[in-house]
């Protein structure tokens, strides 16, 4: 029912800043909660930040509590996630995924296909 493609990934140095956006289409997507994950290599996909589409609740993993941000623009059907004050251990692969407000991967029912993200130091 909800499709989703994320796009903003690049290269940036640490301390800098980048936002990511992740465009949805379907029928009823805005009833799900969107959520953003990362991924490096050889490690588990983790948990970043929610939000609800309706309410405007968020929820953030404490790694990125105060310079991560989730937001939503609905007259553009589309999930930001600005990222302020990258350090290198934040380089990964993010997914915005769409399902249940949460902070486990298995409560989302839709995903994108990924962004890479890559913080020089």
């Known amino acids: 029912q909800v499709l989703l493609v994320e796009s903003g990934g690049g290269l940036v140095q640490a301390g800098g800043s980048l936002r990511l956006s992740c465009a949805a289409s379907g029928r009823t997507f805005s009833s799900h909660a969107m959520g953003w994950f990362r991924q490096a290599p050889g490690k588990e996909r983790e948990f970043v930040a929610t939000i609800r589409w309706y309410g405007g609740g968020t929820y953030y993993a404490d790694s990125v509590k105060g310079r991560f941000t989730i937001s939503r623009d609905n007259a553009k059907n589309t999930v930001y996630l600005q990222m302020n004050s990258l350090k290198a251990e934040d380089t990964a692969v993010y997914y915005c995924?769409?399902?249940?407000?949460?902070?486990?991967?298995?409560?989302?029912?839709?995903w994108g296909q990924g962004t890479q993200v890559t913080v020089s130091s």
């Open positions: 995924a769409a399902g249940d407000f949460g902070t486990s991967l298995y409560k989302y029912d839709y």
